[in-house]
């Protein structure tokens, strides 16, 4: 098998434009607001539109990739004789990954000499999409699928993600604070500070008193564990703020001459929906990611 096929899904957070330039294959995870639907690929509404209805007192539903929609993205590679590299959503924060898994072994069986490969980057957006990004860089570089596998799998705990939220009360409809603490927290314009940890999960490490402080806390955590040897770029996120995502990356310019900001992107629905508008989140590599 000379050839093969890099898939990714939409928790990765790279602009549809990166995807196509790079030739990167999406598989969506379905998310609808207000009866309307959001694709990266042409829905009905926008994402700046997607925020704004969040911001009205909307709630979106998202829903993960079930195994027959993958084994219908991934068919049409394999009847060419192409092998396919998923690197999906961490496992730790959505089924989605499991569903690759079954349809991988499913398709094992129908296409014997076929060979898809799954692997579970335990990051989320443009953490995904930072290694992601660099795993194309290594396909385009001649290394074979089982190589940029090995890759994703030593290397996914080097991505490390950053993130604040602006409206405690998303993180509260996810279940990841209670209504208390959400109604405390605002009162007293507290922002947690998050990160990804080990096993994929989106934990609450630390908070900050006041928005600015917050987005100062993104980089001052790069401070402690930001490694430009291991890579330069950078990546920043946001849940429909760039003014705030540009202010980040100022400061990490700032801090770190050598670090290269090299995408500011939205954060599409499937982290969206939980944290809400107003979200930044960094991203960068360091040795490990655990705090």
Not at 47 to 72: C, H, K, L, V, W
Request: hydrophobic share 40%.
């Amino acid at each position: 098998m000379k050839e093969y096929v890099l898939f990714t899904d939409s928790g990765c957070d790279l602009p549809v434009e990166v995807l196509k330039e790079r030739g990167i294959e999406l598989i969506e995870m379905g998310c609808t607001i207000d009866g309307l639907s959001f694709s990266l690929l042409g829905g009905d509404l926008t994402i700046e539109q997607f925020y704004g209805r969040m911001r009205d007192g909307s709630m979106p539903i998202t829903a993960q990739i079930n195994p027959a929609a993958f084994e219908e993205a991934f068919t049409p590679f394999l009847e060419k004789g192409m092998g396919v590299l998923y690197l999906g959503f961490s496992s730790g924060l959505s089924g989605t990954y499991a569903s690759a898994v079954m349809a991988a072994e499913e398709l094992s069986g129908k296409y014997p000499d076929a060979k898809v490969v799954t692997v579970d980057t335990k990051c989320a957006s443009l953490g995904q999409g930072l290694l992601v990004y660099e795993a194309a860089d290594l396909r385009d570089k001649g290394m074979s699928m089982e190589e940029v596998a090995r890759f994703a799998q030593d290397n996914c705990q080097r991505y490390c993600h950053y993130f604040t939220v602006d409206n405690l009360f998303h993180l509260h409809r996810g279940g990841r604070v209670s209504r208390a603490t959400a109604i405390m927290g605002t009162m007293l314009s507290i922002k947690p500070v998050l990160h990804v940890d080990e096993a994929g999960h989106l934990i609450n490490f630390s908070k900050a008193r006041g928005r600015k402080a917050s987005l100062n806390a993104l980089v001052d955590n790069m401070k402690k564990k930001f490694q430009p040897e291991l890579g330069s770029t950078v990546f920043i996120s946001h849940g429909d703020c760039r003014e705030d995502a540009d202010m980040v990356a100022s400061a990490v310019k700032a801090a770190f001459p050598q670090a290269d900001v090299k995408l500011i992107g939205f954060i599409g629905p499937v982290i969206g929906t939980h944290s809400g508008p107003g979200t930044v989140a960094l991203f960068f590599k360091s040795d490990d990611r655990s705090l």
